[in-house]
């Protein structure tokens, strides 16, 4: 498949894909007084080749290196003294707890140098939104973090990722952008990373929040509308140094006619936490009730989150007895990112109480 995919690549791939250019001598002033901003690739669409320029929904996933996608940008020169790393290759749907830890503990590493202004993750867009969160938690930090993806490969006509990318370097490289958490660059808008989320999978705006975009992008330029309400970065109390591994928290999803097979199968797997993805006001079923009552008993927090895709916001006590049952509510939460936040949680406390209060603040 690689040698098709070199045979038919188009006229576009070869210029998304520039070899790098050497730096004058005479640009060295410049270079001196702009941002560092460091790249850190993990794959994904942004990463993607399909085999002609009219694919745009069918390639590979993370077959491009970061050093090849930044060469792809040359503008980014006149934004920022920009260098990539490769810290994992793989599309996003595969990243697993333990390469959220990865990420994190290099992220952290490379914000507590002096010589790193901004960072800027390249992410396939199936769990951007989960990695962001789970950054925006737990990055003890006021340096700007963008996460960026596509949802066209490079080798697509009307190819996505080139300006997403450019966009997220003149972000990441501003002074504007510190302490508003971490953030998501894409379709010129500037999004934060706890509230937006992927919304359709076939349009370059994917991704959207309930609550709107804190600002927009164009030509290099950021203009800010609204700031982040939540606890985020280095007003977080939880810190990626001191996190070794992340609890078993798994997602349910509530529906007509549902049953408890799921909820008690996941508890049996050893899940500490189950996120109820349900309809409405996290609505949970009749014949589901008595099951995550008796999982609550046995030690299994209960977290009642809402699937509605323009965004759920669950109400405490509203449609459940929370306080009765001991359930926790995840307030304008997603369940992809309730889990996120619950995971993070638990390694601080096992209390419902404290988990609520967590899930307020965050």
Not at 245 to 259: E, F, K, M, Q, R
Not at 325 to 354: C, F, G, Y
Request: aromatic share 6%; glycine share 8%; hydrophobic share 40%.
């Amino acid at each position: 498949m690689k040698a098709a995919l070199h045979s038919f690549a188009p006229a576009a791939l070869a210029l998304f894909f520039l070899v790098p250019t050497t730096v004058s001598a005479k640009d060295a002033e410049t270079q001196q007084k702009l941002a560092n901003v460091v790249i850190l690739a993990t794959g994904g669409t942004i990463a993607g080749a399909g085999a002609s320029a009219a694919n745009s929904a069918t390639y590979q996933a993370a077959k491009v290196g970061v050093d090849r996608l930044i060469a792809g940008v040359p503008e980014l020169a006149s934004l920022a003294n920009v260098r990539g790393e490769q810290v994992m290759q793989i599309a996003s749907e595969s990243i697993t707890n333990e390469n959220l830890l990865q990420l994190g503990k290099r992220v952290a590493e490379l914000a507590d140098s002096n010589d790193v202004d901004g960072i800027v993750i390249t992410h396939g867009t199936d769990t951007l939104e989960e990695t962001a969160y789970f950054l925006n938690l737990v990055e003890k930090t006021d340096k700007p973090i963008v996460v960026v993806g596509s949802m066209r490969p490079g080798t697509a006509m009307s190819a996505d990722g080139m300006l997403n990318l450019y966009n997220a370097v003149a972000v990441a490289s501003s002074k504007e952008s510190r302490g508003k958490g971490v953030l998501i660059t894409m379709n010129d808008e500037i999004q934060s990373g706890r509230d937006v989320s992927k919304t359709v999978n076939i349009k370059t705006e994917a991704f959207k929040s309930a609550w709107g975009p804190l600002g927009m992008v164009v030509e290099g330029k950021s203009y800010w509308f609204r700031l982040p309400a939540k606890r985020h970065t280095q007003d977080s109390e939880f810190d990626i140094k001191t996190i070794s591994s992340l609890p078993a928290v798994d997602i349910a999803y509530g529906y007509g006619n549902v049953s408890d097979t799921a909820y008690k199968a996941l508890a049996q797997n050893g899940a500490k936490a189950i996120i109820h993805a349900g309809t409405g006001n996290g609505s949970v079923s009749s014949r589901v009730v008595p099951a995550l009552q008796d999982l609550r008993k046995n030690g299994v927090q209960i977290i009642r989150s809402s699937h509605v895709n323009a965004g759920g916001f669950v109400l405490r006590n509203a449609e459940q007895p929370d306080d009765k049952n001991d359930w926790v509510v995840a307030h304008d939460l997603n369940p992809q990112k309730a889990r996120i936040l619950a995971m993070v949680a638990l390694t601080k406390t096992q209390d419902s109480k404290e988990l609520q209060r967590i899930f307020w603040e965050y």
